[in-house]
């Protein structure tokens, strides 16, 4: 478990040494941030993935968005759920 999340840390440092030079030459910042974002994301995700820790599902978070839509649509169609 150990030496997975060493090598996850080492791949993410190897990938960043290739991509954020570039990046930081044209001084693209906005680039840089969202790379950032998504790198450091999916590193803690794929992280706790190994860890066996409990990660969140993003379908989970879709279906409490669209709940109250939902429930408006079923109020004017009248649809009763059972």
Not at 12 to 39: C, D, H, M, N
Request: proline share 7%; with cysteine.
């Amino acid at each position: 478990m150990l030496l997975g999340c060493v090598m996850l840390v080492l791949f993410a440092i190897g990938i960043s040494a290739f991509e954020i030079p570039p990046l930081w030459k044209q001084k693209q910042k906005r680039e840089l941030v969202v790379y950032g974002t998504l790198l450091l994301s999916g590193t803690f995700f794929s992280l706790a993935m190994i860890l066996h820790l409990p990660v969140p599902n993003p379908l989970d978070w879709f279906a409490i968005l669209i709940k109250p839509f939902s429930t408006w649509l079923n109020d004017i169609l009248g649809v009763r759920r059972a």
